[in-house]
């Protein structure tokens, strides 16, 4: 890889990534020579069009981080007779993912909520303009896990539903998520075409409600109304508890100590 800029924030982030992916790199000024061995470049979107190479990556300021990683991870892989990419999601609050190109993993990692999915799959279609790409999501987790279908149904992507049993492994949560990715983006499943139903338990309302309770330290406890909305992602569960007091009244005080993320 070459990475060829003088914007020093952008140079500071992708040096520190290169190295923490343990990618060699060579770091160049727009207008010296790229060495042969270069396999791609990456660059600034203003400085790109003066960077002669046949492969560039331009890196935004914001955004696109998880699918620019997984386009750099496919220009090294080994070159594979299958164009397809394909991508597994194991459900959840925050959903685990990898990214296939052949048999080589190419991209994973986590993401913040089940909606930043479909956001990923607009980012990767970029990304891959001429790559058909298969999304797999895991059937476990039913309330994010329609979420994910749903959103990248709305998006017209090509969508498999996996059945979970033996793809979740043993270990610490992050790990293991993106562990349980890899082997749903590996297994082929159940094609789905139609939005799938968005309806939540009692049993699921009444774990919100739960974790709302610890979150506020016992203060507050939302109504089924407003977990409703917690499932359905329209709300965090910190901004469900900050517009709570214990007589249901909007909260004059600070935000409760609970966790920002999507349920």
């Known amino acids: ?54 492969r560039i990556f331009s890196v ?65 279609r970029h990304r891959f303009p001429s790559r058909p790409i298969r999304y797999r999501v895991g059937s476990g987790d039913p309330v994010p896990r329609n979420r994910i279908v749903n959103g990248l149904l709305e998006g017209r992507r090509l969508v498999e539903l996996v059945d979970e049993q033996g793809t979740t492994p043993r270990g610490h949560r992050r790990p293991r998520d993106m562990l349980a990715a890899r082997r749903i983006a590996a297994t082929a499943g159940r094609s789905v075409r139609e939005p799938l139903a968005t309806s939540v338990t009692d049993g699921e309302i009444a774990n919100v409600q739960r974790l709302s309770r610890i979150g506020s330290g016992g203060r507050v406890t939302i109504p089924r109304s407003m977990a409703h909305r917690v499932l359905r992602g329209e709300l965090t569960l910190s901004e469900a508890v900050a517009r709570m007091t214990p007589s249901g009244l909007p909260s004059p005080g600070a935000e409760p100590a609970v966790h920002h993320e999507r349920l």
């Open 60 to 124: 935004p300021e914001d955004g696109d981080r998880p699918a620019l990683w997984a386009a750099i991870g496919e220009a090294l892989a080994p070159p594979s007779s299958d164009r397809e990419i394909v991508v597994g999601f194991d459900p959840g609050p925050r959903p685990g993912y990898a990214v296939l190109a052949g048999n080589a993993v190419v991209g994973e990692g986590i993401l913040d909520s089940p909606e930043a999915s479909v956001r990923f799959s607009d980012h990767l």
């Open 1 to 54: 890889m070459a990475l060829v800029t003088r914007d020093p924030t952008l140079y500071g982030e992708i040096a520190s990534a290169l190295q923490e992916r343990r990618i060699p790199c060579v770091s160049l000024l727009p207008g010296q020579r790229i060495p042969d061995r270069v396999v791609a470049v990456i660059t600034t979107p203003h400085e790109a069009p003066g960077v002669a190479h046949p």
